[in-house]
């Protein structure tokens, strides 16, 4: 995007990069008919995992990657389970996956205590009292190795989707 | 014993809607019995609770599987009685 302003830069991110191991974590993880408390370790027991942080449901920033994501289907192509987390109630989620016709569940974690184990909380301006994740996404294999990692470092920023896809087919 | 413990994937599992009284009656059950469990949390609306009817054949809430029997039942009461004669003193 050409603008002539600075984009905010975000402080430097101290987050778990590619080779070490991803923080397990539990938190309500909701599809479109429940929630129920699911280990991270659960799911990569099952497989890779692709973790997506990104901001509360709402406007765009959520809109555009999950657009994006549930148009990609990567989970069709590649062996690969794509979930995602923000700082959003359970209901709230419900309905965002209700809203953007996709089939990724999404892990609830209101007091963004998965952002500061991953070391990528963003205190948001303007909002007191409230921080959440920056964009960001881990790709986490079975043995809880992240083998791809992104964390946003402006905002907003949006990952390379097209690098993401090029992870997964090395998986 | 507490909803903390996914990990440990307990074999009863828990269909129930926040702050809903009959549920509660159940989770105190559970709890005196020192039961592992697996809530799954529903909403209020009827018509979003395709996976509890698919379960039970009811949609009403709460609903409980218990792997450990192959019973999978709803209505406070009933489970209430349920919990009592499988995993009470008398069991």
């Given amino acids: 995007m050409d603008l002539d302003f600075d984009v905010v830069d975000l402080d430097e991110s101290n987050h778990p990069d590619e080779g070490s191991q991803a923080p397990d974590f539990v938190r309500p993880l909701v599809n479109d008919e429940y929630w129920e408390d699911v280990a991270l370790s659960e799911l990569t027991a099952g497989g890779p995992v692709l973790l997506v942080f990104y901001t509360m449901d709402g406007d765009f920033p959520a809109t555009y990657i999950w657009n994006e994501l549930r148009d990609r289907a990567w989970d069709d192509d590649y062996d690969v389970t794509i979930v995602g987390l923000s700082i959003s109630s359970p209901y709230e989620h419900k309905t965002f996956i209700d809203e953007r016709e996709m089939s990724y569940r999404l892990f609830s974690d209101p007091q963004n205590g998965v952002a500061e184990e991953y070391g990528i909380v963003n205190d948001l301006d303007g909002m007191a009292g409230i921080s959440e994740p920056r964009l960001a996404v881990f790709l986490i294999d079975e043995e809880r190795a992240i083998q791809y990692a992104w964390v946003a470092q402006e905002w907003p920023e949006f990952p390379d989707y097209d690098e993401i896809e090029d992870e997964l087919a090395e998986l | 014993m507490s909803e903390s413990t ?18 509660e009656r159940v989770v105190r059950k559970l709890h005196e019995y020192d039961l592992d469990y697996r809530s799954r949390f529903v909403e209020a609306m009827h018509t979003e609770r395709d996976v509890v009817k698919r379960i039970s054949g009811k949609r009403t809430v709460p609903a409980i599987v218990d792997e450990n029997t192959g019973v999978t039942m709803s209505e406070s009461a009933n489970i209430v ?3 009592d004669n499988t995993y009470g003193a008398e069991a």
């Fill in chain 2, 6 to 23: 996914p990990t440990t994937d307990p074999s009863i599992t828990l269909y129930r809607l926040q702050a809903c009284p009959f549920c």
């Fill in chain 2, 81 to 83: 009685d349920y919990l």
